[in-house]
């Protein structure tokens, strides 16, 4: 079986690490084709468009995308590529590699974080001269939904439960309703789970990052605590993410598009080839998926090194010896 | 002129730290009238009523309030007193003191949250079975009155500008709103500004604190991000905050009711103490605050220590020290 794979680099260093990743991909042996498109600053400055319907509609339709990153235009690019994969959980590891500077080298978890409602909803007014206002939108169905992927996703990595992380003390109806549809299901489930205030988690999880692991949460609470947790482990440079569909996924590194350093061919390839990696298990080649998370974690361990970790080698270079070491 | 001080421990250490600040504040040269008055759970348990209406209206009618903690209550007993002294900004300092272990010892940092609407408008809907929707409110003219204090905290306290921590890629009528506001009244006032992503400034403020200094954000966003920086000097033990209005204001440490230690004597007194610095400054005697600031960070560095901080001191050990050290 073919796997078609949309890649879309994007904007700035999405151009250099995105085709690392194709590379890596292609030293397996698994199937893919490769298809390519555009979106971001770039093409918004040449077509007016920075989300072309063309590759919307390849992203709607491909067994997966692997996209890079989009300079000013990312809200323009991203919101829209997940609902193309109707993605409804957004995975986002957040782990201390050994090796690594890290502010807290103890830092290993995972984020699920609602990818479709809350203030992404996108429902805003002004309604006068002095009052704007937003629509935050929780369901009971799409809160559902996440806590069997979460459910499913700790069954599958032998995590021992789950941490909803909300602010129901203040958003009582919203946030109320994510957090009892999500310990209800993971109860049905025979699931175990707690519960932390966001605010809460942002303190605790500075102080002891060890006491959590997996944690749910909503939309805007898990953009800011898993950006919070990369901080933790030293930069968003490391990070990949899964947008995770019924169907099609998307996967993406967190960092953005380097501007500082774009096409100078220094930039690291790590997060986009680990969210290659989390491709590869998401399409049933697990063992691949594993071999090149393990060949990343030994290059981050030995080298080479980009400039970001304090070494002088390129993309290529790095791309290079991970693929060697598969 | 005597200052009329509603006096409200509520639940927990609330009840222990609270009295402390008051002994520190009567060991000072300046004419306070103290009236004690109930809120929290333990009130809620023995009447049905978290908030007493006389405790409302004490608050309301006060030169300023001091507050201790709640417990489950919490949300029921600080919103309404946030909205009793009219306070439109959050004022939270969040420093690493020296001699403290802290994960970011080099961080030091002012929030300044607005405090009257965002999320915390708290128009919540459950429209059906499904689905449930909260209407976050931004307004021109709470923007405005938080921009104008922001201007008039830097004067005094000579920083050189501001930080708008903001989410406007994704809440873009709203936070749109407010940064466009905030950023406009600084113009006008002289007062440099700069901007960040609330979700950048999540990681950015982990690896590089010093970078950050006066920040000012929309309500829940400064709710997170200033616990996070709790998080990064050691945790809400040490953190002050005081709540501001036009007319009075509300002081209470961020921390909890520690229902852990509540009853030993042994809780520490700083963040109230802080607070009631603060308190003094707001109430026009910058020397004593100076003073009681000073001693209490003296107390911190050489001790007594209470066991939290890693000493065997009880309360009143410290609260004697602090004043022996005025
Ligand atoms: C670019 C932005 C819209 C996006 C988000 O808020 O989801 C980004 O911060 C992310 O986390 O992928
Ligand atoms: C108790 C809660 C309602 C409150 C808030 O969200 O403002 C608290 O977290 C705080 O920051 O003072």
């Known amino acids: 079986m073919t796997h078609e794979i949309a890649v ?73 590529l997940r609902e193309a994969v109707d993605s409804f959980v957004n995975v986002r590891p957040a782990k201390a590699y050994p090796g690594i500077d890290a502010v807290r080298p103890e830092t290993d978890l995972v984020f699920l974080r609602e990818n479709t409602e809350g203030v992404y909803a ?13 629509t935050r939108v929780t369901t009971q169905s799409a809160s559902r939904r996440l806590a069997e992927f979460a459910c499913d996703y700790v069954e599958d990595s032998e995590h021992d439960g789950f941490t909803i992380a909300h602010k ?62 990369a901080g933790l482990v030293g930069g968003l440079g490391l990070l990949p993410s899964a947008n995770v569909g019924p169907d099609r996924a998307l996967f993406e590194p967190v960092h953005g598009t380097a501007p500082d350093i774009a096409g100078d061919e220094v930039a690291n390839p790590a997060a986009k080839i680990i969210s290659a990696a989390m491709m590869l298990d998401y399409l049933g080649h697990e063992e691949e998926s594993e071999a090149v998370q393990a060949a990343v974690e030994t290059t ?23 693929i060697d070491r598969l």
């Open 168 to 229: 129901a003390n203040v958003m009582r109806e919203t946030d109320g309703l994510f957090r009892d549809t999500v310990a209800e299901v993971a109860e049905e489930r025979g699931v175990e789970t707690d519960e932390v205030l966001m605010d809460a988690f942002a303190t605790h999880v500075c102080l002891d990052p060890a006491q959590f692991d997996v944690v749910v949460c909503p939309n805007l609470a898990g953009d800011v605590l898993s950006d919070l947790a």
């Open 8 to 80: 879309v680099p994007g904007d700035g260093i999405g151009q250099e690490v995105t085709p690392a990743a194709v590379e890596v991909l292609e030293s397996l042996d698994i199937d893919f084709e490769f298809v390519e498109a555009e979106a971001g600053d770039a093409v918004k400055e040449a077509t007016g468009e920075a989300l072309p319907q063309e590759t919307y509609d390849l992203a709607a339709s491909a067994d997966a995308t692997l996209f890079g990153a989009a300079g000013e235009t990312a809200a323009d690019v991203i919101l829209p």
């Open 300 to 322: 981050l361990a030995e080298g080479p090194r980009t400039p970001d970790l304090g070494g002088d080698a390129s993309t290529s270079d790095v791309t290079n010896a991970i």
């Open 122 to 134: 996108g429902i805003e007014d002004r309604l006068t001269e002095d009052v704007a206002t937003l």
